[in-house]
């Protein structure tokens, strides 16, 4: 019965990769997100997709790319990965209408 | 720049000491005040959501509570397994939910 869910859970990488993370969720919510959570484990929002159209993009490097091929899914490519990427990446959704968030497991990626 | 502050940033406490995490914002566009749990390797897990001042909402040992300037996260009784970080998150008028840094809880047997 998972909610949120991420793949992969850890992604270990070399500098310069093209890497993408997936995120599905079964809750049946319009509007998806992916935030950051640097090493001091402060959470910071990157994009924001409804309905498939992005509504939120925040001040992020244009290597970072958001797809949302439908309502459920949201993907992330990030191409030419750096040191400063490694960080864990957590998906979330919601409901239109409804406020709370609800955030999937993470994925830990790693550039070396 | 809106902004969450939240207080302490790591409480010890031993099981059965009471306490409470403070949470305080900047006050324009408040559509909401949302608090999480994360433990160590997981992803936020939803707590409570709180409107508008005086709200108060209570889930096993955890109360929240809200002001016009700050949230509170009263812990009653704690166990061991309530350790993790305590997470407030504002949502403004521009529907971006704002993170504070957390509160490490770890509650000793």
């Known amino acids: 019965d998972t909610a949120v869910s991420q793949t992969p859970k850890y992604l270990v990488t070399q500098m310069g990769n093209d890497k993408s993370i997936k995120c599905e969720q079964n809750l049946g919510h319009d509007t998806m997100y992916w935030y950051k959570q640097d090493s001091k484990k402060f959470l910071k929002i990157m994009f924001s997709y409804n309905n498939k159209e992005l509504i939120i993009n925040e001040t992020v490097p244009n290597r970072f790319s958001p797809k949302s091929p439908d309502k459920a899914h949201l993907n992330l490519h990030i191409n030419s990965l750096e040191l400063g990427d490694s960080a864990v990446y957590f998906c979330a959704s919601r409901l239109v209408g409804e406020e709370t968030q609800y955030f999937g497991p993470g994925t830990r990626l790693l550039v070396l | 720049e809106d902004q969450v502050t939240q207080s302490p940033e790591a409480l010890r406490l031993q099981e059965g000491e009471s306490s409470s995490l403070n949470c305080s914002y900047t006050?324009?566009?408040?559509?909401?005040l949302f608090w999480y749990r994360q433990d160590p390797g997981k992803g936020p897990e939803f707590l409570f959501t709180l409107y508008s001042a005086g709200e108060e909402k209570e889930k096993e040992r955890l109360k929240a509570t809200l002001t016009k300037k700050e949230s509170f996260l009263h812990i009653t009784a704690p166990k061991p397994e309530d350790s993790a970080t305590y997470l407030c998150?504002?949502?403004?008028?521009?529907?971006?939910?704002?993170f504070g840094k957390g509160t490490l809880l770890t509650v000793n047997p």
């Open positions: 998150a504002v949502l403004y008028s521009n529907y971006k939910l704002t």
């Open positions: 006050v324009s566009g408040l559509r909401g």
